[in-house]
């Protein structure tokens, strides 16, 4: 395995049994990504796109095979053990955003670097400047229903690099906005990218928003 090389998935696949019958979502996968890399997991729906999502994020574990995060073997790791990780290394940008609706927008952001124990004064000049560095200086205080599909997704990219992870991951980071708040946030990303060097990997369906990778 290459040194610059973050994430390495084995011949890895995930199989579920469904009734009688066993189906396999990913048969075989092996791919290696490096650090600072812009990567975009394309394909239809029910190709499997999710699914290894969600085992590159730590999130589940391949029935078959072997994933290395940063040279860790981390099928091998507990639950609790694997939850560690998604909290320090990997920040998330779900396509449904995935905001706490009773919370405001600035203690949305300051919610994972509560799970890691950081003091409240420092978690909230934190997320204060993330909202800023996105756009959302005048929106602090609003609670997500107050906000428009294009600003809860820049409320979910600055909770996404709250505690600095060095992989981001996007699923289908645009599905629910329009082209122009799409194109917008995939911009964030992009400047997020070259500015900081963050591995990002995004899911898909889009070979327009692929293109960016």
Not at 43 to 64: Q, Y
Not at 98 to 104: E, H, R, V, Y
Not at 199 to 205: E, G, K, L, P, R
Request: net charge negative; charged share 20%; with cysteine.
């Amino acid at each position: 395995m290459r040194k610059n090389v973050i994430l390495h998935l084995e011949n890895v696949w995930k199989t579920y049994r469904m009734g009688e019958v066993d189906v396999s979502a990913l048969r075989g996968i092996s791919i290696e990504i490096e650090k600072g890399d812009f990567v975009a997991i394309q394909g239809p729906s029910g190709s499997g796109k999710s699914t290894m999502m969600n085992i590159v994020g730590c999130l589940d574990t391949p029935t078959e095979g072997i994933v290395y995060l940063e040279g860790h073997d981390i099928t091998k790791f507990s639950e609790s053990e694997l939850a560690q990780i998604r909290g320090r290394k990997i920040g998330f940008v779900f396509q449904q955003f995935n905001l706490i609706p009773t919370l405001t927008t600035i203690e949305n952001v300051m919610l994972p670097l509560e799970f890691q124990d950081m003091d409240t004064s420092p978690a909230k000049n934190r997320a204060q400047q993330l909202l800023e560095m996105v756009g959302l200086k005048e929106r602090m205080t609003h609670l997500p229903s107050q906000l428009s599909g294009g600003e809860m997704q820049r409320v979910a990219i600055a909770r996404a690099l709250a505690v600095n992870p060095d992989i981001i991951l996007a699923d289908e980071p645009t599905g629910n906005l329009d082209s122009v708040t799409g194109k917008f946030i995939m911009g964030i990303l992009s400047r997020i990218h070259k500015a900081e060097g963050k591995t990002i990997i995004i899911v898909t369906h889009d070979s327009s928003l692929a293109h960016l990778a």
